[in-house]
């Protein structure tokens, strides 16, 4: 089991900055994957960004509406995830949400369902 708790969340102005944080305790040995996904108001949780390490290396994907403005890091030292989030916009206003993957996977994991552990959530909001 890995229990993920998310924090960092807050309200910003559009063009402001937030970092989140997602601490991962539990079995964090076996997590290859690990991502972030929001959900705002009404609309169904997306995908955001998602990091893999295979062989070594690591690999990162951002959606496009994103990409250039957040990055997704990990400490492995404090077994804690990031998400830097600059130039923020109020379409970016979301509940967001770390999640983790305990199976190897070749593929970007985009899905809800690729994933295996999540947090309860830090809430963005974004004022124009």
């Known amino acids: 089991q890995v229990q993920l708790v998310e924090s960092g969340g807050g309200s910003v102005q559009a063009g402001g900055s937030l970092r989140l944080s997602c601490a991962a305790s539990g079995r964090t040995f076996s997590t290859y994957a690990m991502g972030w996904f929001r959900q705002a108001p009404g609309k169904d949780r997306e995908f955001v960004t998602s990091i893999r390490w295979i062989g070594g290396r690591t690999y990162t994907y951002y959606v496009d509406p994103v990409q250039g403005r957040f990055t997704i890091s990990r400490d492995n030292a404090k077994n804690t995830l990031y998400l830097q989030m600059n130039s923020l916009k109020p379409e970016d206003t979301a509940m967001y949400y770390c999640?983790?993957?305990?199976?190897?996977?070749?593929?970007?994991?985009?899905?809800?369902?690729?994933?295996?552990?999540w947090g309860q959530g830090t809430q963005v909001t974004v004022s124009s």
């Open positions: 999640a983790a993957r305990s199976r190897v996977i070749a593929t970007i994991p985009r899905s809800l369902n690729e994933y295996d552990y």
